[in-house]
């Protein structure tokens, strides 16, 4: 047998694997599980009320189903992206093994140098080629996928996701600081115009006395300049800062389901949502989407899982208990409270309550956000800072370019904007809307399904029709990515014509 040959067959027995700790796969599903139960999440319950609970219900399991199936196609693309990775690297064996070779063996070249057609076209091989064990991140799909014109669009996507990330971020937090130090008004106040005019305490008469609009823009930018010089550095998540804020957001959640239940049965249900109300849609839709986003780190979480045989069902019992807890979120906020703030933990402030330890509770309850979002926002930031360097500069030559480029102009870049668009607009379910209906919206729906659209085709002219993708998703016929496209631009044009109704 030719030592090409041997090579090639080598190659396909070796899986491609990273570097890093492997875990099982319950252990994978936890950490997707709290991936997507994030502080988005915490605008559930108003979103909720204000479109009814019926079709809340609906259209949040609906919204779910939209996700996981998106989700397997990231699987695919990720499974189709190994494959292709693996291609080149057979392609470059057999351009080495050529060069290598003299005369007579260039005979014996042509003879066997169609060998990895056989051998890709078989069917008793497909997961040699299709694997999901080297990590394959939705950039670098992209790279692999998309034209120069898609890759542009998909960075552009993503780049504003980011930007809306990191506004929400900087407002739930100001937002957050504002309702503890201020002195606690009723939640229809701060959902509604004319709040930034009132008196941060209302003792005071002072008219020159700070405004809960001062205190908010004080608290932002207090944020924004602690917060930001990581933005200048590679700071990166380290496992026990993801360990004490997952287990702070489960304490946190866990707590306020808790009083919501003690709520309701000790004083009954005070909150009336309606049953249907289709105005309420476009930001139940931004909240959902937001709230279901894990797509673009999905395959940082997926390559370590030793065992990946059923994947997708194991996924799909993710999905089913994220649901589950988002309705019992949703539905005890809905009905315990009479008015619901655009972030849930602000129904929590702290009150008069002469008992120390539900003051400590009220007290922790609202300054959570602030807790898990001070440390997300770093890595959100370098996220985006890395992203809009891809976009805009060489990253094969990075080094190339001057220092201040390089150092100060995309951290600055990256951390302004947010900052500028949060200290004039405050209204974080604006911000939702925008974020989850149109970036979300692409991330989540639209970026995926061409991927996957894009994946196929290529392999399948490159490796043929004979390789079998086990990690194909189930949703494969065409019929459901065209139906995933109409629906993304009918849900975009509907919140559209609702944010040009509100201006008008």
């Not at 950490?31 to 988005?40: A, D, K, P, R, S």
């Amino acid at each position: 047998m030719p030592r090409r040959f041997w090579g090639v067959k080598r190659l396909l027995k070796m899986p491609i694997t990273e570097t890093g700790d492997q875990y099982s796969i319950w252990v994978g599903l936890i950490y997707i599980f709290n991936l997507i139960v994030g502080t988005g999440a915490l605008t559930l319950p108003a979103a909720f009320s204000r479109a009814g609970w019926a079709l809340s219900t609906i259209s949040l399991v609906f919204l779910a189903f939209m996700s996981f199936l998106n989700a397997t196609y990231v699987i695919e693309t990720m499974a189709c992206a190994n494959a292709v990775l693996k291609w080149k690297k057979l392609q470059s064996i057999k351009r080495e093994s050529i060069q290598d070779r003299d005369t007579d063996e260039e005979t014996t070249s042509q003879q066997y140098g169609d060998l990895e057609e056989p051998l890709v076209c078989g069917t008793s091989i497909p997961s040699r080629y299709y694997s999901l064990d080297q990590r394959v991140e939705l950039g670098e799909m992209a790279n692999l996928f998309f034209s120069k014109t898609g890759r542009l669009m998909f960075y552009c996507t993503l780049c504003v996701y980011l930007y809306g990330d990191l506004s929400i971020y900087s407002a739930a937090v100001a937002k957050s600081v504002m309702d503890v130090v201020c002195s606690t008004v009723s939640s229809n106040v701060t959902n509604g115009r004319g709040w930034e005019s009132l008196p941060c305490f209302n003792a005071t008469d002072d008219p020159m006395a700070y405004t809960r609009l001062d205190v908010y823009r004080v608290s932002l930018l207090t944020f924004v300049a602690v917060m930001g010089p990581f933005v200048f550095f590679n700071v990166q998540k380290t496992k026990y800062l993801q360990l004490l804020t997952s287990g702070m957001r489960w304490l946190a959640f866990t707590i306020m389901i808790s009083m919501a239940i003690h709520l309701l049965t000790s004083r009954g249900a005070e909150g009336r949502p309606p049953t249907f109300d289709v105005t309420g849609m476009p930001t139940l839709f931004g909240a959902c989407v937001y709230s279901f986003m894990c797509h673009h780190s999905l395959p940082g979480l997926i390559s370590p899982i030793r065992g990946k045989n059923g994947l997708g069902l194991h996924l799909s019992l993710d999905y089913v208990l994220i649901s589950v807890f988002y309705l019992l979120l949703a539905f005890t906020g809905a009905f315990a409270f009479a008015e619901l703030n655009d972030l849930y933990t602000l129904n929590f402030v702290p009150s008069d309550n002469e008992n120390i330890f539900l003051k400590i509770v009220d007290y922790f309850l609202s300054l959570f956000p602030v807790f898990t979002l001070s440390t997300s926002f770093p890595i959100i930031a370098i996220t985006l800072k890395n992203n809009l360097q891809s976009l805009c500069l060489d990253t094969g030559r990075i080094e190339s370019y001057n220092v201040v480029v390089r150092k100060f102009l995309f951290p600055v870049v990256t951390v302004v904007p947010p900052v500028l668009l949060t200290y004039y607009l405050e209204d974080i379910s604006v911000l939702i809307e925008f974020t989850g209906s149109y970036a979300g919206a692409g991330i989540q729906y639209l970026i995926p399904t061409f991927l996957v659209v894009s994946a196929r085709r290529h392999c399948v002219a490159l490796l043929g029709l004979g390789v079998v993708n086990k990690y194909k998703s189930p949703f494969s016929h065409a019929a459901w990515a065209v139906f995933v496209l109409l629906w993304s631009c009918m849900c975009i044009i509907l919140v559209s014509v609702h944010i040009l109704e509100k201006k008008s």
